[in-house]
């Protein structure tokens, strides 16, 4: 595992694809936290959430990139590196409110 990530190209500004996890919210599911896909902006449920949005996203589009996102946490993890990001300079701003579901 690299101690760098090497898909910092990937990180772009990006507007907020829903106001909470867009696929939960389709199939009316409740999430845990969300995550940010830094390339595209789709805002999906992280992996301690039922279905797993942020990732299965990633799997199905090879964006490497996700922030922490509810709100805004300053972090972003990796998928192919497998490495923490500090965000804190450039996290993206909530669109919300956010209703929690868990």
Known sequence: MPDTCAHGDAIRPVTPSAKGCEDCLKI??????LRLCRTCGH?????????RHATAHFQATAH???EGYDPPEGWGWCYVDEVFLD???????QVGPIPRYV
């Open 43 to 51: 805002v999906g449920c992280c992996d301690q959430s039922p279905h």
């Open 28 to 33: 009316g599911s409740k999430w845990v936290h």
């Open 64 to 66: 490497p990139v996700i």
């Open 87 to 93: 965000l804190t300079d450039d996290m993206t701003p």
